[in-house]
């Protein structure tokens, strides 16, 4: 085989997998921008790899970007100490396709991502392909560098931690959207008891503003302070205006001044009330709610 022929045959096997490689490594991290770093990386090594001796192209890609994700991850957390304000993973506008893989949706939500970043990154990693890509235990122990025993050890922990914290059943897309509508249309009017109708006691409210745009710098708990704090801040701005999306693979609402994107708002719901209220303003983590991100499994 030539070296155009190589080229041009590891490109094809590439592009054909690039959706599931940055769907593991944004599962991974968090952070869009930084599982695109990771493709870009995965490319480069994939570019001088002996396609001739590898038996399963799919699962060679997986485990050259998940060795990078881990890496970049333990980068990340020294990076995350010194963020200002609480973090929150980078949301991304999601096709209606995502939202039809109800597995694939769940594990991208906003809910199930702030789970995944208690979990120490090689529980992560394990999880991710377990649970979510459904590999087997030989093909992560080889991504992560453990033995299968020790790697159905690490999984059996993860999934008990996962379970745990993770959202309480599965939420319809129609109790979603039911519930979105509702929330939307009392911080539109100010309507303080409408929002506490949908808030469930518990609520928090998480804001990341990333130093850039302000935030509350701590989580806000309890209905009633939530409910305040909302129709307060939506009530100091005549020109916003909010428009519902699919983001990260659930119903969600895009705040915009004057024309102008400003806060992602997603939503973790409970029980038919919202338990949690999550608004990424930091402009750094708002780039990829331009286009649609096609995720795959």
């Known amino acids: 085989m030539s070296a155009d022929e190589h080229g041009d045959l590891a490109l094809d096997v590439f592009v054909t997998h690039r959706n599931l490689l940055f769907t593991v490594a944004y599962e991974m991290l968090g952070s869009a921008a930084d599982a695109e770093d990771v493709l870009q990386e995965t490319w480069l090594r ?41 973090w929150l993973p980078e949301p991304l506008l999601t096709a209606p396709d995502v939202a039809d893989d109800v597995e694939l949706a769940e594990s991208v939500s906003m809910a199930m991502l702030l789970v995944l970043e208690t979990l120490a990154p090689i529980e992560r990693a394990v999880f991710v392909l377990r649970e979510v890509f459904d590999l087997t235990y030989d093909e992560i122990a080889e991504a992560v560098d453990k033995s299968p025993a020790a790697v159905r050890q690490i999984a059996h922990r993860a999934r008990a931690h996962v379970a745990a914290r993770r959202p309480r059943g599965r939420v319809s897309p129609a109790e979603s959207r039911r519930v979105l509508r509702a929330f939307q249309t009392a911080l539109e009017t100010g309507d303080v008891q409408g ?10 409210l998480v804001g990341d503003g990333g130093g ?17 704090l909302l129709c307060a801040t939506h009530l100091r701005v005549a020109t916003m205006a909010l428009q519902s999306a699919q983001v990260n693979g659930h119903p969600a609402l895009v705040l915009r001044l004057d024309g102008a994107l400003d806060t992602v708002l997603t939503l973790r719901i409970d029980d038919g009330l919202i338990s949690g209220v999550y608004a990424v303003r930091n402009p750094e983590k708002l780039s990829h709610l331009s286009r649609e991100t096609a995720l795959r499994r």
């Open 46 to 86: 994939w570019a001088d790899v002996d396609l001739a001796a590898v038996r399963d192209q799919r699962a060679y890609l997986v485990r050259i970007t998940t060795r990078l994700s881990l890496n970049r991850l333990r980068t990340l957390g020294r990076r995350r100490e010194s963020y200002v304000g609480s």
């Open 195 to 204: 929002l506490l109708d949908v808030l469930a006691p518990d609520v928090v």
């Open 212 to 228: 850039i745009r302000s935030a509350v710098l701590r989580p806000v708990a309890g209905a009633d302070k939530v409910a305040r």
